[in-house]
């Protein structure tokens, strides 16, 4: 594969890369590492309730991706088609994490079942998804525009998730500590008094940082000025065959049933701040697997690096199965810490073409659309990658809530005191059971053939588009 820049141009300054950096830092800046534990046990939402609200949330999920996505597609402003959207997500946004948050000082001590907190819980839930619709539609787009020339959009990519990976984890370390010393009565707070703080704060960092992003990214591809009609759309989806190869391979991906690490680090092991512990050589090796991206973007195909970063984890799980199986190691942390450790330190070496890859294949799939079609639909392209997953997600989250349940797992439980059979449940549904449940997504990969000479000749038949659309539009500029 040949070198994919076709323009030397660069576009991003230094001041607009600062902020691309810290919007990545802002996705991950967050305690949702410990989310099904907070919802489980500390807000104490029952599990069969969470069933038909999974449910409930996934229907409104598809609904709210079309419509927004159709809405988007059809802005056009000053500032652009993304940018608008990205500012008009701050305040609401934020306002409705905070509150999710703090849903624990309203309804501390009620029941599993008590109507108001589920009424609260639905409601807010609802609103979230909508809201994340909005921004995640207006980023991926944003993403996707900020600049014409691949090479340093890769590079963008990989320079914010290479800086962010020192920063956006700290609230998750942070956090699993306290928990451990919560547990231990080291320090003598009420854990639901941590979770309320500690979801408000990383809630106003990550507002505040996404917020310096909206006010300064730019678009910088143009748009039709012909607002594409929903059925238009929908052609350029049908038509894309990269985005519908990746849509298939996460629509079988998400039939892949897996339990939450978080519950088996803390109920089994009785050790919260297992992931950071396990993390530790890997938070050396991940910095440097970013290092060799662009030359493996040049040696092999995208096909194959998308197979890799996907599914080697499945080998190492599978290592992590067999050790905790000998002896109910699963329980011990003496044989786990190395298992997973080793596991974790194997994974980060594919760290980097894991986060670059799939973003890549994303804007290179919406800039195939526009070369087929001659026109972006960002939002559509992007809704339609999420909805099929969505609606695999919203029957596999319901499923895994109800293996809750099946498994006899007791909500609210001290921390070690599931039964064994429930215990060997969670570890199950961590190692083995994603495995299985997941080897369909590898089929459509196969296909995948958007790389090497197809992709440079379709960037440089679009940069070539792209020029001459600029230079009628600077002329018709000058004529009036």
Known sequence: MRDLNTENRRYVGTKETVAYVLDDIAQSFNIDYYRSIYIINILKIGLNFQKTATFIMGIWDIINDLLVASV????????????????????????????????????????????????????????????????????????????????????????ANLLSGFVEKAPQIVMGFLMDFIDRGIIKID?????????????????????????????????SEE??????????IITNKPMLLIVLSEFLGAFSVSGDLSLYYRDVLGFSSMATIVGIPGAFVSPMSYSYVSWARKRFSTKLLWIAGSHVDNLLLSGVFIVGCFNKNYKKLGAMIPAWMIRETIWMMFYGIMKVIPSEMKNEAIDYGEWKNGYRSEGMTGAAKEISAKLVKTFRDTLQTAILSKIGY??????????????????????????????????????????GEKLERMYEELNERRRLVAQQTEEVSQAL
């Open 72 to 159: 988007v597609d059809k802005t056009r402003t000053r500032w652009g088609k993304f940018k608008p959207w990205l500012m008009i997500y701050a305040v609401p946004g934020v306002s409705i994490s905070i509150l999710f948050w703090l849903l624990p000082n309203f309804f501390g001590g009620s029941g599993l079942y008590y109507a108001p907190k589920l009424a609260a819980y639905l409601i807010l839930q609802l609103l979230h998804d909508l809201a994340h619709t909005v921004i995640t539609i207006a980023r991926t787009g944003m993403t996707a525009t900020i600049t014409p020339n691949i090479a340093e959009r890769t590079s963008l990519i990989t320079k």
């Open 191 to 223: 854990i639901s008094s941590l979770y309320v703080s500690a979801g408000i704060t990383v809630t106003a960092v990550s507002g505040v940082l996404a917020f310096i992003y909206a006010l300064v990214a730019k678009e910088r591809v143009m748009q």
């Open 227 to 236: 607002k594409p009609a929903v059925k238009g759309s929908m052609k350029a």
């Open 410 to 451: 007791v909500q609210g439980a001290v921390s070690g005191t599931q039964s064994e059979k429930t215990e060997f449940a969670l570890f199950a549904m961590c190692t083995i059971v994603p495995i299985v449940t997941g080897l369909l997504s590898i089929i459509p990969k196969l296909f995948y053939d958007l790389s």
